[in-house]
């Protein structure tokens, strides 16, 4: 007589549950990772990536299809942009400098100057090396431009209230850069899929003045409004005893939520928005406590969507998948890495306001993540460039992701020793 769960159509190896064992299994491992990450000489995304390749050796041996960056790219850019709307939001967090030019110069050097030349130098490597056309150069450039908020703050600064020893101009730079560029960059995304599109000068005229100029100005300015009123409503409340300090940590889901999905909604940056909507709660409630604490729920958040991200990616690998960069695609690894970023950094900070030290943290640490899977994932969408070279320029960003992963993972801890700087406190 058969098992009655056979005679329902149950089956021991059901991949469903399979799945369910592995994510569990997953998250254990995460947790593992997460503790006491400073002491060892790697970060925890690293070993999310293993995992994910090692998931996506699992599914070739049951005969499950991965998630394809291409075919599936829709449901690749929400995870990934749910990921970055909270990560954004917990930089803004972390600022505790005052609004002066000369507080945030070195902030301003990297998204006025270092952005757009990185973006420049992908672009022509991208149809010079690589053969690419001018629109899916650009954007490849504005895919990879950004420093990832995600994975930039395992180096940044810390949680609100943690005072790093001195000097720590390095760190906030990265993390108010990571916090910003990643709004800032698609501007430049969106002008590779114009011009990939065949649009006129005219168009580039209505980018510049509605991508570049409105689009950013109303983002900020509405995460800022936003940010600020969403504090002046909940301190109260909370001080009142209406809004109970156990949930303290959901108001950094809310409040990236409210804002990210306002600025969209009315043609803004919402990623711009996340990150002026953090500083702005952070003005208005200074004291550490209660900022502390809505800090900590975004970054449990914030880690369990990095995972997330990092896991899909790893798993989408195949042997196929790493032949479509070609030769050319998978040298800009190492020209990203290697010269592009460190020559912009140390170009337009030769004068200050870093020292030497401090620049060389700053060019290696310009790390590639979250932000460019959802970018790349963005672009399919659209739909403007041929198979062929979306293919070439999908998986050129993601391998380029991947390494930065690895290569920034593993010499995060050195590199943070040798130069002087304590990494981030867990």
Not at 64 to 77: C, F, G, H, Q, R
Not at 126 to 137: D, E, F, H, I, N
Not at 222 to 244: C, D, N, S
Request: net charge negative.
């Amino acid at each position: 007589m058969a098992p009655i769960a056979a005679e329902l159509g149950l089956s021991a190896g059901d991949p469903y549950f399979i799945g369910l064992f592995c994510a569990g299994l997953a998250f254990l491992v995460a947790i593992a990772a997460l503790s006491y990450q400073s002491e060892r000489a790697f970060s925890a995304a690293v070993i999310y990536l293993g995992l994910g390749l090692l998931a996506g050796v699992g599914l070739y041996v049951l005969g499950i299809e991965p998630l394809d960056p291409i075919e599936d790219a829709e449901l690749v850019s929400r995870v990934a942009e749910m990921a970055l709307l909270v990560a954004v939001f917990t930089a803004g967090l972390k600022m505790e400098r005052n609004f002066t030019f000369a507080s945030w110069r070195s902030v301003v050097l990297l998204i006025a100057l270092v952005l757009p030349a990185t973006v420049a130098l992908i672009a022509a490597f991208g149809t010079l090396v690589m053969g690419l056309s001018l629109g899916a150069a650009l954007i490849l450039g504005g895919v990879l431009a950004a420093t990832d908020p995600v994975l930039a703050g395992d180096i940044g600064v810390g949680a609100p209230g943690d005072q790093p020893r001195e000097p720590e101009e390095p760190q906030f730079a990265i993390t108010a850069e990571a916090g910003l560029n990643d709004g800032l960059s698609a501007p430049f995304v969106l002008l590779g899929i114009l011009v990939a599109g065949g649009a006129s000068a005219g168009d580039v005229v209505e980018w510049a003045f509605v991508d570049l100029l409105y689009a950013v100005v109303v983002g900020a300015s509405l995460g800022a409004a936003g940010g600020y009123g969403i504090a002046a409503l909940a301190v109260p409340l909370r001080k009142r005893e209406l809004f109970l300090p156990q949930f303290d940590g959901f108001v950094s889901i809310a409040a990236p939520l409210l804002l990210y999905g306002a600025a969209e909604a009315i043609g803004g940056y919402g990623l711009v928005a996340g990150f002026a909507g953090g500083l702005a709660f952070r003005r208005y409630e200074f004291g550490h406590e209660y900022n502390r604490r809505v800090h900590d729920g975004a970054e449990v958040v914030e880690k369990l969507l990095e995972l997330t991200v990092i896991l899909v990616l790893g798993s989408m690998v195949t042997l196929a998948a790493l032949d479509e960069p070609g030769v050319a695609g998978w040298l800009l690894v190492p020209a990203l890495l290697l010269v592009f970023r460190p020559a912009a950094v140390f170009l337009f900070f030769s004068y200050g306001p870093l020292t030497m030290r401090g620049c060389g943290f700053v060019a290696w640490f310009g790390v590639r993540g979250v932000a460019a899977v959802y970018f790349v994932t963005v672009a399919v969408q659209t739909g403007v460039l041929p198979l062929g070279e979306l293919s070439t320029v999908v998986w050129t960003a993601l391998v380029c992701v991947m390494a930065s992963i690895v290569v920034h993972g593993v010499t995060s801890s050195p590199v943070t020793r040798t130069l002087g700087y304590e990494s981030r406190p867990d």
